[in-house]
């Protein structure tokens, strides 16, 4: 595809239940960002990956969250014992990540933990 | 924390008006980019300026960097309805290329 591709577009769930948001990047984008934004509010830096390189997991709320990315492409957005403060928007962007890029967003995944 | 806070939160203009919409950071930087939201959902990127440069221009915005005060601006001149969205202000890091958003403006231009 010609953009940045997330799935689902809208995921509801149960308080503590585990879910899994996808994003599939432009190809031949070796940087790779998720970010959350909750109503009304800014983006949330949670994981960057670029490359081969070991990804930047500082910003990750806490450990029942997690991120791969598997062959430099395709990554997954894991968040375990769901909890209702978790509900916003996530978003994935990429770049060609050579310094100096604009990223380019997919149309986010709304998450809302009931 | 934020590397990047825009100011004002909300901004209200009529059509025709010129919108200015500043950015502050705290760290040195590589380039400063701002981002339009429509609707809360993806990003879509307006403009890049450098570190070694002070004024871009990209159509009907301009935006100036002044790295000595850590901050940028972004002028909309002659705006439009459409050009009702949140503005945000992006910063990488001088360390890394890791890009981080403020908490955005919200521009609402009346008819």
């Known amino acids: 595809g010609a953009g940045v591709s997330q799935s689902p577009s809208n995921k509801v769930t149960e308080k503590g239940k585990d879910v899994e948001l996808r994003c599939d990047p432009i190809?031949?984008?070796?940087?790779l960002y998720w970010y959350r934004q909750s109503l009304g509010q800014g983006l949330e830096f949670l994981i960057y990956?670029?490359?081969?390189?070991?990804?930047?997991k500082s910003g990750l709320p806490s450990d029942r969250f997690s991120a791969e990315r598997t062959g430099g492409s395709v990554s997954t957005l894991t968040i375990q014992r769901t909890q209702q403060e978790d509900s916003a928007v996530y978003l994935c962007?990429?770049?060609f990540g050579t310094g100096y890029e604009k990223l380019f967003f997919g149309s986010g995944t709304q998450l809302s933990v009931l | 924390s934020q590397q990047g806070e825009e100011d004002p939160q909300a901004l209200s203009i009529q059509e025709g008006e010129n919108a200015t919409m500043n950015c502050s950071y705290k760290?040195?930087?590589?380039?400063l980019q701002w981002y339009r939201q429509n609707s809360g959902r993806g990003l879509v990127h307006l403009i890049l300026?450098?570190?070694?440069?002070r004024e871009k221009h990209s159509g009907r915005l301009r935006v100036t960097l002044d790295t000595s005060k850590k901050s940028s601006s972004l002028l909309i001149t002659a705006s439009r309805a459409a050009d009702t969205a949140s503005y945000f202000c992006a910063t990488d890091e001088r360390s890394n290329y890791k890009l981080t958003f403020g908490k955005g403006t919200l521009l609402t231009v009346n008819p």
């Open positions: 990956f670029q490359g081969n390189s070991a990804p930047d």
């Open positions: 760290t040195s930087i590589n380039n």
């Open positions: 300026i450098r570190s070694n440069e």
């Open positions: 962007a990429s770049s």
């Open positions: 190809s031949g984008h070796t940087a």
